[in-house]
């Protein structure tokens, strides 16, 4: 146990509907991310909250949506997505420095999403 | 670009010794992590190295070389339970951390 959750685990769903990702930590950190991990590819940062205030949109689609609303919950709304975007999908949170640095990140076991 | 490349994936006996390595090309450089990645779980935090040198932790030690953009993850006495991915990470100068592949590391008896 890393101290974030995720749910649900799996999902599957086809190309019209609209599901949400949650995550919640319990570390009392002050930034939460959302990653998207493909088979034999680096983890693609997608969107960063740090104290509620999105900071990164790293060219993600509109069909994502992210929505922070405390410092503890992140959620990824997904809506019209692409068999293309099955993967695993990792929400991670860490403690940002003062100084504006990134310590170590924890992550969720991620939300394995299957589009057909 | 920004760049971290490392092997796809290595094979290894069990009690030996194995390296993985990494090297790197960013836009400045605060820190290097590799994380551990067993298959279907989170990635989980092994070492993070922001000066030159080697840093052991028990059976695992991680080198820097930030001259040479390069690092390595030794792992000794390997057991079964190592079998995993091995991710690095390094935080650029803009604080972003940018991801290696992973290293698929299988272990045979």
């Known amino acids: 146990e890393t101290g974030v959750t995720q749910t649900p685990r799996h999902l599957v769903m086809g190309m019209t509907n609209k599901k949400s990702l949650k995550c919640e930590q319990h570390l009392g950190h002050n930034a939460m991310y959302w990653y998207k991990q493909s088979a034999k590819k680096p983890l693609e940062l997608m969107f960063v909250y740090n104290f509620k205030e999105q900071t990164e949109n790293n060219s993600v689609p509109s069909r994502f949506s992210p929505e922070c609303p405390n410092s503890s919950h992140l959620f990824l709304h997904l809506h019209t997505l692409q068999p293309e975007d099955s993967a695993l999908y990792l929400c991670a949170s860490s403690q940002t420095g003062t100084s504006g640095g990134y310590n170590e990140q924890f992550f969720g076991p991620g939300t394995r999403l299957t589009v057909l | ?109």
């Open chain 2, 1 to 109: 670009g920004q760049n971290i490349d490392q092997p796809t994936e290595m094979t290894a006996t069990e009690g030996a010794i194995v390296q993985i390595n990494c090297t790197y090309q960013t836009s400045g450089f605060n820190g290097l992590f590799w994380y551990q990645q067993h298959a279907g779980e989170a990635p989980t935090f092994l070492s993070y190295n922001v000066l030159d040198g080697l840093e052991e932790k028990g059976r695992f030690s991680s080198f820097l070389s930030r001259s040479k953009g390069y690092s390595y993850l030794l792992l000794k006495e390997l057991q079964m339970k190592d079998s995993a991915s091995y991710l690095c990470a390094v935080t650029d100068s803009n604080y972003q951390l940018i991801w290696g592949a992973g290293t698929k590391l299988i272990i045979k008896p």
